[in-house]
C-alpha cells in the first residue's frame, strides 16, 4: 500500500531558527512530490520536485528531493511567526489509467516569538 | 485575481438530509479536486475531473456521495443522505493538466447533527 509519512508531527521553534521538515515515502510509480503550506484555511502551494538532488528554493524556504532514499525535506531557515502553519507534504504516483495522490498527515510547526 | 470559490462556506444539516456543494474552479483550469479534510484523516482526496470527465473517485463512498461537473464552469459535490460521520471540511481544488499545483478554495465546514 502506498503511503507518505512526514516528521515531525509537530514542532515548536523560537523564531529566528532553522528547522527542517522531512516527508518519507513508499510508492509504487513515483512521479512527483508536493509541498503546501496551510495557515488556518485552504493549502496553498510551495514546491513541486520531480528530479533527484535539484533544490527548489524560494525566499527563506528550499526543497530538495532524495529519489533513492525516498524522501524529501523541507527547510525554512530564520523563521518568523508568520511561518506558523501546517505543511504538507503529497506524492503524485501514475496508474494505468490516471494519477493518484497520497497525502501525509503534515507538519505542525509552531513558531514563537 | 483569479481563485477557486465554494459555497456555502458553512452549512449546519441535521442527520439525512441532502447536501449540496458547489465550487467554480478557475477559469481555465481543466482538473478539479474534491477534498474531504477532518483531524483525525487529514486530507483525503474523494474525487478528480479532468476536461470535466471522472478519473478517479475512489476516495469517495458512493453509496451517498456524488461529484459531477455540469459544466466547465461548476463542480458539485453532493451527499444523500448525510450522516454525522460526514462532518468536515470540504475543499475544492483546481489545476492545469495533472496532479500538480493546485489552487484551493476556502473549503466548505460542513456540520451535520
Known amino acids: 500500500e502506498d503511503k507518505v509519512v512526514q516528521s515531525p508531527l509537530s514542532l515548536v521553534v523560537h523564531e529566528g531558527d532553522t528547522v527542517t521538515l522531512n516527508c518519507s515515502y513508499e510508492?509504487?510509480?513515483?512521479?512527483?512530490l508536493l509541498w503546501y503550506k496551510q495557515e488556518k484555511k485552504a493549502p496553498t502551494f510551495l514546491f513541486m520536485l520531480t528530479s533527484s538532488g535539484i533544490e527548489k528554493k524560494s525566499g527563506r524556504l528550499s526543497s530538495i528531493l532524495d529519489k533513492k532514499e525516498l524522501f524529501s525535506i523541507l527547510n525554512i531557515t530564520a523563521t518568523q511567526t508568520g511561518d506558523s502553519a501546517v505543511y504538507l507534504c503529497a506524492v503524485v504516483t501514475e496508474g494505468d489509467s490516471n494519477y493518484q495522490l497520497i497525502w501525509g498527515a503534515g507538519t505542525k510547526l509552531i513558531i514563537k516569538p | 485575481d483569479a481563485r477557486v470559490t465554494q459555497t456555502p462556506r458553512h452549512k449546519v444539516t441535521e442527520m439525512g438530509q441532502e447536501v449540496t456543494m458547489r465550487c467554480q474552479p478557475i477559469l481555465g483550469h481543466n482538473t478539479v479536486f474534491w477534498y474531504r479534510q477532518t483531524m483525525m484523516q487529514g486530507l483525503e482526496l474523494l474525487a478528480y475531473f479532468r476536461n470535466r470527465a471522472p478519473l478517479d473517485d475512489s476516495g469517495m463512498p458512493k453509496d451517498r456521495f456524488s461529484a459531477e461537473m455540469p459544466d466547465a464552469t461548476l463542480a458539485t459535490l453532493k451527499i444523500q443522505p448525510s450522516e454525522p460521520r460526514d462532518s468536515a471540511v470540504y475543499f475544492c481544488?483546481?489545476?492545469?493538466?495533472?496532479?500538480?499545483?493546485?489552487?484551493f478554495g476556502p473549503g466548505t465546514r460542513l456540520t451535520v447533527l
Open positions: 510508492v509504487t510509480n513515483f512521479r512527483s
Open positions: 481544488a483546481s489545476g492545469l493538466g495533472g496532479l500538480n499545483e493546485q489552487f
